[in-house]
C-alpha cells in the first residue's frame, strides 16, 4: 500500500501539534514548513517510524528571502525519500535574519555533514551541534556569505572590465 | 616536519606526540594533494600514516569552487545549461537533460515520445562514456595503461556522435526546452549504429584484460569496502551504492524520459568493494548498450524533434531573419521574458555518478530564484577518509578512482 | 607500422662542408628544447578531460616530443594549466610555478585559464596570468584536442627562436619581478 500523503500529514499532526504546518502537494513532492525547534526530533521521527521510514536524505540545502520579515529570511530545505514506497518529502524550515541558527542533524544522517558546512558556508547558517562547522567550499579567510542575496556575484577585483559596457552605471554614457 | 604542514594545535600533532610516548615507533604526516600526480583532480587529503598504512584522513575540497549556484541567480534559463555541462564534465548530455526536464516539469511541458527516446539514446551513451573513463582510469591507476588507451578511442566515436548532434565534444550544451535543437543527422544514426557493433567487441575484451587478471584483483578485491547501510548513511546513490547491493536507480524508481519503455537490469554488487564498483560500471555498459539499441528499434516514426511550445523553443534561424512573429519570439526567450510559473521543483536523474538533482525555487522573474544541484559526488565523498582508513597509501589511490570522484560536480 | 612516415625535424640554418656542419648554438639548444618538452599537466576540471584525449592514442601529442609526462614540476619544462583555477587555488599554482627549474613555459589552455571564462565570480581567479606570466593562450571552452597541439605547436615555435641568454636578460628579471617571483 502506498503512503498516502494524508496519513503523513495525520501522523505529522499528531506526534508534533503545530510546529509542522503548511501542508502541500507541489508538484509531484508533498511538502511541510516546520518550525525551527522541532526539526531535530521531526527528522528523527521521520526516519524510524515504521509506517514513514523517510530513510534517506537527498538534499539539504539554505535559501536567502531578504524581502521577507525578519522571522522567515532564511530557509533551510530538506528533501527526504522513503525508498520502500518511493516517496519524497519536502521540508522547509523558515530562520530568523538576524541569527539564523538550528540544529544539526548530522548525528542522525551522516550525509549531511557536509551538506550543513555548505549551506553554513554560503548563508552563515549556524547548525548547532555540528562537529566541525568550518567552511568548505570556499577560503577559511572569507569574511562574508557569497549566497546571501546581497553578496555581487562578480569578482569585485576586475580592473579589465569598463561598467559602461555592462550598463552598471547610472547614467551608461 | 610536520610542523611545516600542520599547526602545532591540529588533532593530529597531538596524536603523534601521544603515540611517541606510547611505544617509541613514529607516525608521519603526509600531505596527499591537491597536485599529487597520482589523484586525477584536485582532492588534498592530510593523511595521518603509521609507516604505509592511513590511520585517518582529512579532506579539504573547494579548489575549483566555481560558484555555479551563485551565476545561476543571475542567469536566465537557457544559460544555466552551459553551467550544468561543466558540473560532470564526463557525462555532460546527462545533465543537459536533466535540466532540460526539470524546466519542462516547471512549465508543464509534454515531450514526444521520439524526443524521449533521443534522449535516452544520448544520455545512455553519456553513461558509457563516464563509466569508460573511471574504469579505465582504475585499470592505469593499478598498473595497466594498455587498457585505457584501447577504449579511448571509443570515447573518440562518442565524442563524434554528439558533434553530430550537437557540434561540441565534451562540454555538449545539447537541447532545447521541450526537445534538440535540430533533428539528428543519418550521419548520427549511422556512427551510433557502427559505435553499438564496433564497441562491445572491444569493451568485451578490456573486460577480459581485467575481469580475471590476478594483479587486478589482488589490487581491488576487498579494498575500500562499504556497506550497504554505511553506504546509504553516508548519501550514496548511483552505481557506488549498487555495488554495496542496493538496487536504488532513480531510472527505475522514478522513471524520466520514458525510461519504463525499456527492459534493463540495475546490476548490484555485493560487497561494495573497489572491485565490485568496477564490475557494476562493466555491467551498467553492456545494460546502456542494450537500452540504445531498444531505444532505435522502437523509435517512433516521423522527424519529430521538439514539442511545440513557441514560447520557450528558439524558432529556427530563417525565420527570425524573415517573420516578424519569430524575431520576437527570439528576442523573449532570449532575454529572459518568457512566462514562469512561481514554483518549487525538484527533480532527479540518474547521472553518470547517482542521484543527480535539481531543485529549482522560481519567483517569476527571468532568473531561478534560488538553483541548488544535488551533486552525488559531493555527498559521497565525503565518506573517502572512512573509506580509506587502514589501508595501504596506494590503495586509497584506487579507491578514490574507483568512486570517480569528478572535481567539477565535487567542488560546483 | 611500416608505412608510417616519419617526418623528421628540419635542420637550423647554417654552413654544411665536408664532415662538419655550422651554426649557431641558439638554434640547435632551442631545436633541442623545442622537441623534447616535458609537460606538466595542472588540470583541474573539463580542460583536463580534453588534455586526456589529446595524451591518448587517438591524437597522442608524444609525437611532438612530449612522451613523457611530468608530474613532478621539478623535472618539467612547460606547464601546461587546464580548467579553472579558484582562489583558493591560486598559491598552489604559484608554488608549482615557483618549484620548476628554468627554463619553463606556460600554456594557459581553455578561457578558464585563459581570463575566468564563464566563471566571472567571487571565487575564481580571473586568468592565470594574474599569478604566474604565460607564454601561450589556448581559446575554447575547452579547447578541441586540435587546438591544445595547436597551442603546444605555437610553443615550440618561441621555444625555437628564444636566446639562450633569455633567462637571464634583466628584462626576464623585470618580468618575474612584477609577479614577486624571485
Same mark, same amino acid.
Given at each position: ?5 494524508t ?15 503548511n501542508f502541500?502537494?507541489?508538484?509531484d513532492i508533498?511538502?511541510?514548513e516546520?518550525?525551527?525547534?522541532t ?14 521510514r523517510?530513510?534517506f536524505i537527498t ?5 536567502h528571502?531578504?524581502d521577507?520579515e525578519?522571522?522567515?529570511q532564511?530557509?533551510?530545505?530538506y528533501?527526504?525519500?522513503?525508498w ?22 548530522s548525528?542522525?544522517?551522516? *550525509?549531511?555533514n557536509?551538506?550543513?558546512?555548505e549551506?553554513?558556508?554560503f548563508?552563515?547558517?549556524n547548525?548547532?551541534?555540528?562537529p566541525?562547522?568550518k ?7 572569507m ?10 556575484m562578480?569578482d569585485?577585483?576586475?580592473t579589465?572590465?569598463?561598467d ?6 547610472p547614467s551608461?554614457? | ?5 600542520? !599547526? ?7 596524536i603523534i606526540k ?6 617509541g615507533?613514529?607516525?608521519s ?8 600526480p ?8 592530510i ?11 582529512e ?15 543571475n542567469?536566465p ?11 560532470n ?5 546527462i ?12 512549465l508543464?511541458?509534454e ?16 553513461r558509457?562514456?563516464?563509466?569508460l ?6 585499470? /592505469? ?31 555538449t ?13 543519418p550521419?548520427a544514426?549511422k ?5 553499438? &557493433?564496433?564497441f ?6 578490456? &573486460?577480459?584484460?581485467? %575481469?580475471?587478471?590476478?594483479i587486478?584483483l ?18 550514496f546513490?548511483? !552505481? ?24 534493463f ?19 551498467e ?20 524533434y521538439?514539442?511545440?511550445v513557441?514560447?520557450y ?15 520576437i ?7 529572459g ?6 514554483a ?5 536523474v ?19 530564484y ?5 551533486r ?8 573517502y577518509? &572512512? ?7 596506494s590503495?586509497?589511490?584506487v579507491?578514490? *578512482?574507483?568512486l570517480?570522484?569528478?572535481a ?5 | 607500422? *611500416?608505412?608510417?612516415?616519419v ?7 647554417g654552413?654544411?662542408g ?8 641558439n638554434? /640547435?639548444?632551442?631545436?633541442a628544447?623545442?622537441n ?8 583541474? =576540471? ?26 613532478s ?7 601546461l ?8 587555488m ?8 615557483e618549484?620548476?627549474?628554468e627554463?619553463r ?8 585559464? =585563459? =581570463?575566468?571564462?564563464v566563471?566571472d565570480?567571487?571565487?575564481?581567479l ?7 606570466p604565460?607564454?601561450?593562450?589556448v ?10 597541439v ?12 628564444e *636566446?639562450?641568454?633569455?633567462?637571464s636578460s634583466? %628584462? ?11
Amino acid at each position: 500500500m502506498a503512503l498516502e500523503n494524508t496519513q503523513i500529514q495525520d501522523k505529522l499532526i499528531e506526534t508534533f501539534n503545530n510546529d509542522v504546518f503548511n501542508f502541500q502537494q507541489e508538484r509531484d513532492i508533498f511538502s511541510l514548513e516546520a518550525s525551527a525547534d522541532t526539526i531535530k526530533p521531526l527528522i528523527l521521527f521521520l526516519k524510524n517510524d515504521p509506517e514513514l521510514r523517510f530513510h534517506f536524505i537527498t538534499d539539504l540545502c539554505g535559501i536567502h528571502y531578504p524581502d521577507n520579515e525578519t522571522e522567515r529570511q532564511f530557509a533551510v530545505v530538506y528533501h527526504l525519500h522513503n525508498w520502500y514506497e518511493n516517496k519524497r518529502l519536502r521540508i522547509k524550515v523558515f530562520l530568523n535574519g538576524e541569527k539564523p541558527e538550528i540544529k544539526s542533524i548530522s548525528n542522525i544522517f551522516l *550525509s549531511t555533514n557536509w551538506m550543513e558546512r555548505e549551506t553554513y558556508d554560503f548563508y552563515g547558517i549556524n547548525f548547532i551541534g555540528h562537529p566541525q562547522l568550518k567552511r568548505i567550499l570556499n577560503m577559511d579567510e572569507m569574511q562574508s556569505f557569497p549566497m546571501r542575496k546581497e553578496f555581487p556575484m562578480e569578482d569585485s577585483g576586475r580592473t579589465d572590465k569598463d561598467d559602461r559596457f555592462f550598463g552598471r552605471t547610472p547614467s551608461n554614457c | 616536519m610536520s610542523e611545516l604542514l600542520l !599547526p602545532p594545535e591540529h588533532r593530529y600533532a597531538k596524536i603523534i606526540k601521544d603515540r611517541l610516548n606510547e611505544d617509541g615507533s613514529e607516525l608521519s604526516v603526509l600531505n596527499l594533494g591537491p597536485t599529487h600526480p597520482a589523484t586525477h583532480g584536485i582532492f588534498q587529503n592530510i593523511l595521518l600514516m603509521d609507516g604505509e598504512r592511513i590511520l585517518e584522513a582529512e579532506p579539504t575540497i573547494g579548489y575549483i569552487h566555481r560558484a555555479f549556484e551563485k551565476i545561476a541567480e543571475n542567469r536566465p534559463f537557457y544559460q544555466i545549461t552551459p553551467l550544468t555541462d561543466r558540473m560532470n564534465y564526463c557525462s555532460s548530455p546527462i545533465n543537459n537533460m536533466g535540466w532540460w526536464m526539470t524546466l519542462e516539469k516547471l512549465l508543464g511541458i509534454e515531450v514526444p515520445k521520439r524526443v524521449q527516446y533521443l534522449r535516452v539514446i544520448v544520455m545512455e551513451l553519456a553513461r558509457i562514456t563516464d563509466h569508460l573513463i573511471c574504469n579505465s582510469i582504475l585499470g /592505469v591507476d593499478t598498473g595497466a595503461y594498455t587498457g585505457f588507451l584501447y577504449v579511448f578511442q571509443f570515447r573518440e566515436k562518442v565524442y563524434e556522435i554528439y558533434e553530430e548532434i550537437c557540434g561540441a565534444r565534451l562540454t555538449t550544451n545539447m537541447g532545447r526546452i521541450g526537445g534538440f535543437e535540430r533533428d539528428w543527422s543519418p550521419e548520427a544514426f549511422k556512427k551510433i549504429n557502427t559505435f553499438l &557493433e564496433d564497441f562491445p567487441v572491444a569493451w568485451k575484451e578490456f &573486460e577480459n584484460l581485467f %575481469e580475471r587478471n590476478r594483479i587486478f584483483l589482488d589490487r581491488t578485491v576487498n579494498v575500500g569496502a562499504i556497506s550497504a547501510e554505511q553506504a546509504m548513511a553516508y548519501g550514496f546513490t548511483g !552505481p557506488n551504492l549498487r555495488a554495496a547491493g542496493v538496487d536504488y536507480d532513480v531510472r527505475v524508481a522514478q522513471p524520466y524520459s520514458s525510461y519504463e519503455d525499456f527492459d534493463f537490469i540495475v546490476p548490484v554488487g555485493k560487497s561494495g568493494d573497489t572491485y565490485d564498483r568496477f564490475c557494476v560500471r562493466n555491467a551498467e555498459v553492456w545494460e546502456s548498450l542494450s537500452i540504445i539499441r531498444q531505444a532505435l528499434d522502437k523509435m517512433p516514426a516521423g522527424n519529430e524533434y521538439h514539442a511545440e511550445v513557441p514560447d520557450y523553443y528558439l524558432p529556427p534561424k530563417e525565420d527570425v531573419y524573415n517573420s516578424m512573429e519569430s524575431l520576437i519570439y527570439h528576442f523573449k526567450i532570449v532575454m529572459g521574458e518568457v512566462p514562469v510559473p512561481v514554483a518549487e521543483i525538484y527533480h532527479a536523474v540518474e547521472g553518470g555518478n547517482g542521484e543527480l538533482g535539481f531543485y529549482l525555487v522560481t519567483d517569476g522573474s527571468r532568473t531561478p530564484y534560488r538553483l541548488h544541484f544535488r551533486r552525488p559526488c559531493f555527498i559521497y565523498y565525503q565518506a573517502y577518509p &572512512e573509506m580509506i582508513k587502514g589501508s595501504l597509501l596506494s590503495d586509497a589511490i584506487v579507491i578514490l *578512482s574507483s568512486l570517480n570522484v569528478i572535481a567539477g560536480e565535487l567542488d560546483a | 607500422m *611500416s608505412d608510417s612516415k616519419v617526418n623528421m625535424v628540419a635542420p637550423p640554418e647554417g654552413v654544411v662542408g665536408e664532415g662538419f656542419f655550422a651554426t649557431k648554438l641558439n638554434d /640547435v639548444v632551442g631545436l633541442a628544447r623545442a622537441n623534447s618538452l616535458w609537460p606538466l599537466p595542472f588540470a583541474t =576540471s573539463c580542460c583536463g578531460i580534453e588534455f586526456m584525449a589529446t595524451m591518448a592514442s587517438h591524437y597522442d601529442l608524444a609525437r611532438f616530443g612530449s612522451e613523457r609526462v611530468s608530474f613532478s614540476p621539478r623535472q618539467a619544462d612547460m606547464l601546461l594549466v587546464m580548467g579553472t583555477i579558484s582562489k583558493k587555488m591560486a598559491p598552489i599554482l604559484r608554488q608549482v610555478y615557483e618549484q620548476m627549474s628554468e627554463p619553463r613555459w606556460v600554456i594557459a589552455v581553455g578561457a578558464c585559464a =585563459s =581570463s575566468g571564462g564563464v566563471f566571472d565570480t567571487y571565487s575564481v581567479l580571473q586568468g592565470i596570468d594574474k599569478v604566474i606570466p604565460v607564454d601561450v593562450y589556448v581559446p575554447g571552452c575547452p579547447p578541441r584536442p586540435e587546438q591544445i597541439v595547436d597551442g603546444v605547436m605555437r610553443l615550440q615555435e618561441l621555444v625555437k627562436s628564444e *636566446s639562450v641568454r633569455r633567462r637571464s636578460s634583466p %628584462e626576464y628579471q623585470e618580468l618575474l619581478a612584477s609577479y614577486n617571483i624571485s
